[in-house]
């Protein structure tokens, strides 16, 4: 189940050429990521030099909703359309109107358990094909339950439900904040890179969830989910912001409706700002960053992931 979310109450061009892009490139194991800055007129594919791009190559369009990634999809083959979360800290839930009408029943079920220990009963189902734009996933595995549609981040917002990282697996996913568009190659080629890319190993969660180690200073390391359901910066436990020299002189505190998966409430949440963190070979400068408490895990969401284009290579070093 999700490790915590964060939800806004209110948030109130393109590819450049080569020499002028900055990106975030992490190795993973199995997959990798790495992302670019964006702006200039609209390209049909990111503006990387012609041999990088696969002609498997499907480029399909995303609302950017409150920090948070929204995709339209078609279930089935058929003309019935949802909206999806993409969402790269948890499995793939659906919700329960869904489920029902194109999915088949697993022969599991399970407790889905929140951060905080809230519980709903869910149920496997497989799902035949589930198409974005061009590209098609096929034969999903997916969760739902009676509280799947009432989680925070979906009510009325998101009638598919939560697109996870074990979705995602067998393609490289490329994530163009500025131009609102994912490109999902299923063959991809080797990637071009600048010279000034940011490069960093990359692992997986037992959830498939990509992860990344951070210097956030000198001999403080740790390991963050990317976390594409996660609207803020930087999200560390009580412990490790204990361990950390901020500049308190930005500290700034605001009240903001917090989703744990099944139950929200509201917080007053006290940022803090770390003058620089080291990605790789690279250092982002003046990084935010909030506590969720005790339990949270530490994550890295969209406020953080949207100065880059974010790269996610589930294909085992490109070769799906």
């Known amino acids: 189940m999700r490790p915590f979310w964060e939800i806004h109450v209110s948030l109130a061009n393109q590819i450049q050429r080569m020499n002028s892009l900055r990106l975030m490139f992490a190795w993973l194991l199995p997959a990798i990521a790495f992302g670019l800055p964006s702006s200039g007129p609209l390209p049909s594919f990111p503006d990387l030099p012609v041999k990088c791009l696969s002609v498997f190559t499907h480029p399909v369009p995303f609302q950017y909703v409150n920090r948070l990634i929204r995709i339209e999809a078609l279930v089935n083959h058929s003309d019935e359309r949802h909206y999806f979360f993409l969402d790269t800290g948890a499995p793939t839930f659906v919700t329960q109107n869904l489920a029902d009408a194109h999915a088949h029943t697993g022969s599991s079920s399970d407790l889905a358990i929140d951060v905080e220990g809230n519980v709903h009963r869910v149920q496997e189902y497989l799902l035949k094909s589930l198409h974005l734009g061009t590209w098609e996933m096929r034969n999903l595995r997916v969760s739902s339950g009676v509280g799947v549609a009432e989680m925070p981040i979906l009510r009325g917002t998101a009638s598919g439900g939560l697109l996870g990282a074990d979705a995602m697996q067998g393609a490289v996913w490329m994530i163009d904040y500025s131009n609102q568009t994912l490109y999902v190659q299923h063959h991809p080629e ?44 930087l999200l560390v436990n009580d412990k490790l912001l204990s361990r950390l020299d901020l500049l308190d002189s930005l500290r700034f505190t605001r009240t903001k409706k917090y989703s744990t998966g099944f139950r929200t409430s509201y917080r007053d949440v006290v940022y803090h700002f770390l003058p620089s963190v080291r990605i790789g070979h690279g250092v982002t400068d003046m990084v935010k960053l909030s506590s969720g408490g005790k339990r949270t895990k530490k994550l890295i969401g969209n406020e953080f992931l949207e100065q880059f284009t974010l790269i996610l290579d589930f294909c085992k070093f490109l070769s799906c």
């Open 190 to 233: 080797a990637p071009c890179l600048p010279e000034n890319a940011l490069i960093s190993k990359m692992y997986t969660d037992r959830n498939g969830s990509p992860l990344i180690e951070l210097e956030l200073q000198p001999g403080i390391r740790e390991k963050f989910i990317i976390d594409l359901a996660f609207n803020g910066s």
